[in-house]
């Protein structure tokens, strides 16, 4: 094993501990990851130039030599390292990297896959190497590799004297040096050597690995890698969550970001330099608000979708302004509202099914209750009329199958007069306007005097507010409480307390009673409409008062819960908004 062979695995190395160094150092970093695949490609290329060098036989060093092809990806890797550096505007050029990796490919086919670069290996004094056949194939490709890297020095010192900041001018200065030695290098092995007629090896991984130590000097010294405010602005811009467009004063689309791109399945290069009038269902850019100085605009807009259709944006226009606050362009940000309205519009339309449901639902029960008001009296008027003539001819399972019928009449007419009183609730509801809930209170307990007297039921209440309400419903929802308690009060006397709580922005109302109670597993039944938890005579009444209470409560925002302990009495609670809130 020569010294040059070792030159070779010391490159190798080099490069592979700088492609790690670097990536490791910011993994996210498109400039890092770009320069970590150079440090690699280079690692392949001294590592295969090693094993070229030390074979021991002409058949080894030449399959060796087949797969160093990869060699022309270094030098278009570097290119493009540059000009991501340099923050070139070549580096958004599509149609200039398909074809830089291009020729790339072409001339690693072309040295890998025949005999036109090198047609064996031969033994030198340094090792095996390449037998180059000296064609055009040759002098193009390594013309063009040469080009490539003497280009790339041309735009480090040009970037060098064209930015201003201090440490950006380092960097650069200590990459174009790295740069230049390669350079240096290729010019006197592969040209003034071969002139004189003196053998050399070729030095290219060596000199490249020095090409990379000066980069990774920069990287500790300056910071090679550390944020500029362009790729700032850039990240920034890319990863705004929202819409994101810049016009010129034409109305061109000169930057976007990720997110008009996501949502309209555009790319890049389908929106830059395009109108953005080109996109939208009715044109913006003729709005005076869009042209004129100090002007900022907000509106809805239609965007085209390369799916099809148009997605729905509501956007911000504003001016940018240039030196001596000249207009150069204009700012537009948005949001993607297209769900939000699909969702605002299902919505609109469920709501408005739901209120033609309620009130076909409010007509029907009123209807249906009216019209079986007079077929109901027509029964209950004949029924009296049989039970006067004929009583005196019936006998008792006469009389009693009358009594059945028109106690079974009367109980239907009940319910019919609940339904009615049930769907005025919703049907005939009053503004709202200041309410005092104690004068409330007292008409339903005037309302309930004969009641409450026949009962002996003690009432008590505590001071009670005023709120925004509908006064006839709040007594009615007082009426039905407070009746609810007298009347299940198990023959004992009726003790019923009325209280008021403040709880953030409601008003607790809390109607206790000493009552026979519900048992838990009701308690959730028993606001629907007709139920009875307890039935029989002792207790009258079709099970709608509770139930009414609920609309009413609903009616006016708030809720309504019963608690209650079976034998010791419950407790009915509601809210209301207080007034104001």
């Not at 080099?14 to 498109?30: E, G, Q, T, W």
């Not at 890998?112 to 000296?134: F, Q």
Request: hydrophobic share 45%.
């Amino acid at each position: 094993m020569t010294i040059f062979a070792l030159f070779s695995l010391a490159g190798s190395l080099i490069s592979l501990c700088l492609a790690c160094y670097v990536f490791y150092k910011n993994p996210r970093d498109k400039v890092n990851r770009l320069f970590s695949l150079v440090c690699l490609s280079i690692a392949y290329w001294g590592f295969a130039e090693f094993m070229i060098r030390r074979a021991d036989s002409e058949s080894i060093a030449y399959q060796w030599i087949r797969l160093n092809c990869l060699w022309p990806y270094t030098a278009a890797l570097l290119f493009h390292f540059t000009l991501l550096f340099t923050q070139s505007r070549l580096v958004r050029n599509r149609v200039l990297f398909i074809a830089l990796y291009g020729i790339s490919t072409f001339f690693a086919v072309l040295d890998g896959g025949t005999n036109l670069v090198s047609s064996k290996a031969v033994k030198e004094y340094w090792g095996y190497t390449y037998d180059y056949v000296y064609k055009w194939p040759f002098w193009i490709g390594n013309s063009w590799a040469y080009i490539t890297v003497l280009i790339s020095l041309y735009l480090l010192i040009a970037y060098y004297f064209s930015v201003k900041d201090s440490g950006m001018k380092m960097k650069a200065k200590y990459m174009a040096i790295g740069f230049a030695i390669p350079a240096f290098s290729n010019v006197i092995t592969e040209g003034l050597l071969r002139i004189i007629d003196v053998k050399m090896p070729e030095m290219t991984v060596i000199s490249m690995a020095w090409l990379l130590i000066f980069v990774a000097y920069a990287i500790n010294k300056y910071e090679l890698f550390s944020v500029t405010a362009e790729m700032a602005i850039d990240n920034i811009i890319d990863n705004v969550p929202d819409i994101f467009m810049i016009l010129n004063l034409k109305g061109i689309i000169v930057k976007t970001n990720s997110d008009i791109l996501r949502i309209s399945r555009f790319k890049e290069e389908e929106m830059l330099g395009r109108p953005i009038n080109d996109f939208l269902h009715t044109p913006m850019y003729e709005y005076p608000g869009l042209k004129g100085k100090d002007r900022v605009i907000k509106k809805s807009i239609e965007f085209k979708s390369k799916l099809g259709g148009y997605l729905n944006l509501d956007v911000t226009a504003s001016a940018i302004y240039g030196k001596r606050k000249k207009v150069v362009g204009f700012l537009v940000l948005g949001k993607d509202t297209t769900e939000l309205n699909q969702a605002r519009e299902k919505e609109r339309r469920l709501l408005k099914d739901l209120e033609r449901s309620n009130k076909d639902l409010e007509q029907f029960a009123y209807i249906t209750s009216h019209d079986l008001q007079e077929p109901l009296r027509m029964v209950t008027s004949y029924l009296g009329l049989v039970e006067r003539r004929y009583k005196e001819k019936l006998d008792a399972d006469g009389r009693e199958f009358i009594d059945f019928a028109t106690g079974g009449a009367m109980r239907m007419q009940r319910m019919i007069n609940d339904l009615l009183t049930y769907s005025r609730v919703t049907s005939k509801k009053a503004p709202f306007t200041d309410t005092d809930l104690r004068k409330a209170l007292e008409k339903a307990l005037m309302n309930l005097k004969v009641l409450i007297k026949e009962k002996e039921a003690e009432v008590t209440y505590d001071s009670l507010p005023v709120l925004r309400a509908d006064e006839i419903q709040v007594i009615q929802l007082f009426q039905n409480l407070v009746n609810n308690a007298v009347k299940f009060s198990a023959g004992r006397t009726p003790r019923i307390h009325i209280s008021a709580v403040r709880k953030d922005s409601n008003w607790n109302i809390s109607v206790k009673d000493n009552g026979i109670g519900i048992a838990k597993n009701d308690l959730n039944r028993i606001f629907d409409i007709f139920t009875r938890i307890y039935g029989g005579r002792e207790y009258e009444g079709t099970g709608i008062g509770l139930a009414v209470c609920k609309k009413i409560v609903e009616n006016h925002g708030g809720e309504i819960w019963a608690q209650s302990v079976p034998g010791e009495g419950s407790v009915f609670s509601f809210t209301l908004p207080a007034a104001g809130d």
